[in-house]
Every structure is written in structure tokens, then in C-alpha cells.
């Protein structure tokens, strides 16, 4: 049987982009000369596209493509898939819930350990020969994450999974999102900056996109105080940045993990000289196996798709 034409929108895991192509007729839209003039003239040959959580796919290039019957995104935040456009061409949008839960909760608490401990710091410290030069016990006292209160926005697939692990920490949990989670054991909190208010350590993993842009802004971090830490492994939307670094600077918060960034992968200088922040490239999801079930998954739904007119995993 012939292949059926896909295209392909920004780079994949090579694993993925191979998968591909054994089952479809792969066109990469990045080796377009030009990418608009490219699906302008050639939009309407592809019945499929593959893309990812970064990269998306927009309402242009949507219409650009009158035949397209299915999107497969590889990740499980779909803020930069024109979801609307999908939706009023009944185009179905497959990505990958749940496949990352594991991942992205342990690079939340591996923020949370190394922002209150200044892991990063201290490993700088050591290999910069300062401990050599100052002697033992030289280096600054951190905090006490073992029993600390956690507070966690957006308790959904990936904030129900930190929760969890926090339990093993000893941690006291509560969590703030807009609607109360009814089989949740832990407290709802239904105003942000009270949580923050009370919180040691608050992660940040709601969904992106504008219903959640700047849900941290100056108010929640200074409701979240000097001796307390932001995580932050949703989206860099969700935070205000340029708010973060001034209360970072003035040391109205205490420090930050972030994984995630308004424009990545660029990252404000003045963060990069902050010695109370941890940065991590956007890796929370990025481990040899959950990222190979993710590819797997993009693969699955698009066949099943064809097969059968469904998905394994559709995003609403
Ligand atoms: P999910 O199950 O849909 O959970 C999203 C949570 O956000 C829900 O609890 C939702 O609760 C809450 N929320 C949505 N809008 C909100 C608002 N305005 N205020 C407060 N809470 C709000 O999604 P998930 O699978 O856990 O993933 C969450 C997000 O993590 C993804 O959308 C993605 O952006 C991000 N992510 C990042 C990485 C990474 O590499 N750093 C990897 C995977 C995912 P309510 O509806 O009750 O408000
Ligand atoms: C990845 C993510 O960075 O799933 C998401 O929403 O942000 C991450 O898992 C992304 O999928 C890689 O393209």
C-alpha cells in the first residue's frame, strides 16, 4: 500500500522521526526554503501531521492544509496547537498524557531538593576550589526539605504524581487549581496567594496557554515570602519572568527551579547570574525511556487513526 503523506513540523526524537517514516511518506516543513510559500502551494497533499508540544502547529497552517484529517503531537501540553482550528474542522489531536507523569514530578522534586539544599551551588563550590581554599563547614547552610509544606498549583495527571512522592518526604500537601479535586487527601486552597502564603516550596504545573498566563505574578511571590521557593514545570507563560527576577534580585522569595521559560531556549542574563536559582533546558520529560514511549505513542495514535478513525490518546 502506498504511504500516506505526513507531514512533519519542527525536529523529533530521531527514534520517532525513523518510526515515521517506515509507515508514512514523510515531509519535513523545516526543509522548506520557505515554510509558508512551501505549504501554501503544497498544503492540501497531507492528510497527517506530526509535531510536538514545543513547536505546535497554528491556525495558519492549519487552513493551509484542506485535507488534513489528524494531528499527533509529541508531549502533553498542547498551548501552541491551535486546539480551536483542530476543533472546527473536527480534526482530531493526539498527544501523550500520563506516559511523562514519572519524569516531569521527579525533576519537580529534584528542583525542590536542589533550590532548598544549593546542590548546583555547592557542587560549583567544589570544583571551583573554594572548599579546598576555606575548609570544612565552609559552605552556606541550606533548608530542610524533609516535612516542609508543599504547595502544588494544578493538581492534575503530573500534580497528583508529585504529591505523591512528596508523601515520602513527609511533606504537608496542599493545592491550588480552579476547581477542587473531589477524590483528592489533600487540602484545596482555593485563593493562590493563600496557598503561597502558606507554602515552603510551591511547584508550578498547570496547563499553559492565556488562561493560566502570569498566574504568578508579583502578588503570589510576595504572598510566597523570602524563606520560600518557586518550581516552576509547566510553562514559562505561567509565570510572570520579569516579576520573578526582580523578587529574586530583592530577595523577596527565597529561590527558584525552573525547567521552563518564557522564551526559551533563551533565558534572561540576569537569571544566569543568580546564584538562588536552579535552570534546568526543558528536560523534565526527558529520560531515554519516557521519551521513546512518547514516540511510540505519537506512532500509535496516528496508525490507529487510519486503522480504525480513533486515537489511543486524544487532548480535548
Ligand atoms: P492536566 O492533568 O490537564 O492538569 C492540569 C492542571 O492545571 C489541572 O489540575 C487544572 O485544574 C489546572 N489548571 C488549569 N488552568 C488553571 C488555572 N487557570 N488556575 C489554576 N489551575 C489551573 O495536565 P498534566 O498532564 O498534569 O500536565 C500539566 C502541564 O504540565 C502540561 O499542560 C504542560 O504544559 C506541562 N508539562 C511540562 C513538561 C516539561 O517538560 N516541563 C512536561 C509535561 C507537561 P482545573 O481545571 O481545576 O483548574
Ligand atoms: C517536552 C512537554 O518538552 O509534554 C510536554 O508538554 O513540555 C515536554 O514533555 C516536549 O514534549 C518535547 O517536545
Given at each position: 500500500m502506498e504511504k500516506r503523506p505526513l507531514l512533519q513540523i519542527g525536529n523529533l526524537l530521531p527514534a520517532l522521526e525513523e518510526g515515521l517514516r517506515e509507515r508514512y511518506a514523510v515531509t519535513r516543513l523545516e526543509n522548506a526554503a520557505d515554510p509558508v510559500v512551501f505549504l501554501n502551494a503544497h498544503g492540501g497533499e497531507f492528510v497527517g501531521v506530526a509535531t510536538s508540544a514545543l513547536v505546535g502547529i497554528s491556525a495558519e497552517q492549519i487552513a493551509a492544509m484542506p485535507n488534513l484529517q489528524v494531528i499527533s503531537c509529541f508531549g502533553v501540553g498542547v498551548d501552541k496547537i491551535a486546539m480551536s482550528a483542530a476543533r472546527a474542522r473536527n480534526i482530531p489531536v493526539g498527544y501523550t498524557p500520563d506516559i511523562l507523569n514519572d519524569c516531569v514530578a521527579d525533576t519537580a522534586i529534584a528542583l525542590i531538593l536542589d533550590v532548598a539544599r544549593a546542590t548546583p551551588e555547592a557542587d560549583r563550590y567544589v570544583r571551583s576550589g573554594l572548599w579546598a581554599e576555606r575548609g570544612p563547614n565552609s559552605f552556606h547552610l541550606g533548608r530542610k526539605v524533609s516535612g516542609a509544606r508543599l504547595g502544588i498549583v494544578g493538581l492534575g495527571r503530573i500534580g497528583r504524581t508529585i504529591a505523591r512522592r512528596a508523601l515520602g518526604f513527609d511533606m504537608d500537601i496542599r493545592y491550588h487549581a480552579r476547581h477542587p479535586v473531589p477524590d483528592a487527601p489533600w487540602d484545596y486552597e482555593p485563593s493562590l496567594p493563600d496557598l503561597a502564603r502558606w507554602a515552603d516550596f510551591l511547584v508550578v504545573i498547570t496547563a499553559g496557554g492565556p488562561g493560566t498566563r502570569h498566574l504568578i505574578n508579583d502578588e503570589v511571590l510576595d504572598a510566597l515570602g523570602p524563606r520560600s521557593f518557586l518550581i516552576n514545570v509547566a510553562r514559562g507563560s505561567v509565570v510572570d519572568e520579569q516579576a520573578l527576577i526582580r523578587a529574586l534580585i530583592e530577595k523577596r522569595i527565597g529561590g527558584a527551579g525552573l525547567d521552563v521559560f518564557e522564551n526559551e531556549p533563551f533565558v534572561p542574563e540576569t537569571l544566569l547570574a543568580l546564584d538562588n536559582v536552579v535552570l534546568l533546558p526543558h528536560i523534565a520529560s526527558a529520560t531515554e525511556e519516557t521519551r521513546l514511549a512518547m514516540a511510540r505513542r505519537v506512532i500509535d495514535n496516528l496508525d490507529l487513526f487510519f486503522a480504525?478513525?480513533?486515537?489511543l490518546s486524544e487532548a480535548s
Open positions: 480504525e478513525g480513533r486515537l
